[in-house]
């Protein structure tokens, strides 16, 4: 039995390839049109360029791949629900990004740091094209609604798991990757992905209820 659920465990995160497979899409998003528009407004000058938070914005690899894993283990309900929910929002961030390209200035990075060289490591790595909406923002938001609305994940695990997404959401502004509206318009994508997904599975699961009923119903008339 033990060996079963091993491998319906292994089954289902496999479904996480799915994940890298749409972003093969970004690749070829990832360069300039020719036309990039700029979202940054004057609250988004003031925020300074901080670079320890390129440690907690390259923890996102990380902590999505845990949170996938555990949530895969402990609620695979939610599990699958999430990683609809992210395929589905890349998918409408890449949209955005074919008819709206947007970019971020980046500041001019001098010094030996260990950290510095991280973070020009990070911007040789991804071009500053396709910011808005943000999907580093986009996922880690979805892995905190994930863990939130499950029910079978202790609440440390919850708290630990929300306190990562923020922390990563914050270090796309200080670390110069995005703006504020890229922020606000991954969590309006989220939010509405999160919506119709929900709303889907609780129409099906009425009518899967509701056709059993009938089945049931038509079942006993046959014996009587």
């Not at 089954?11 to 497979?21: D, F, R």
């Not at 947007?102 to 991280?118: A, F, K, Y």
Request: hydrophobic content about 45%; proline content about 4%.
């Amino acid at each position: 039995m033990r060996t079963k659920a091993w491998v319906s465990y292994l089954l289902a995160c496999s479904g996480l390839l799915l994940i890298p497979l749409v972003g093969l899409i970004y690749i070829h998003l990832n360069q300039d049109n020719g036309t990039a528009y700029s979202l940054m407004t004057d609250l988004d000058r003031q925020i300074p360029f901080i670079q320890g938070f390129v440690v907690p914005y390259l923890s996102w690899y990380l902590f999505l791949a845990v949170g996938f894993l555990y949530l895969a283990y402990q609620d695979r309900s939610n599990y699958f629900q999430t990683l609809v929910e992210f395929v589905i929002g890349l998918l409408l961030c890449y949209s955005v990004y074919a008819i709206y390209q947007t970019t971020v200035p980046r500041p001019d990075i001098e010094g030996s740091d260990w950290l510095l060289g991280t973070v020009q490591w990070v911007y040789r790595s991804d071009e500053p094209f396709n910011c808005f909406p943000s999907t580093h923002v986009l996922t880690a938001y979805l892995m905190m609604r994930a863990y939130i609305r499950s029910k079978r994940i202790a609440k440390p695990y919850t708290i630990l798991v929300a306190s990562m997404a923020v922390l990563i959401i914050v270090s796309t502004l200080f670390v110069k990757q995005h703006v504020l509206m890229d922020i606000v318009g991954a969590v309006l994508v989220a939010e509405g992905v999160v919506y119709l997904v929900e709303r889907s599975r609780r129409t099906w699961l009425t009518r899967s209820t509701a056709a059993s009923a009938r089945q049931d119903k038509l079942e006993r008339g046959l014996k009587q």
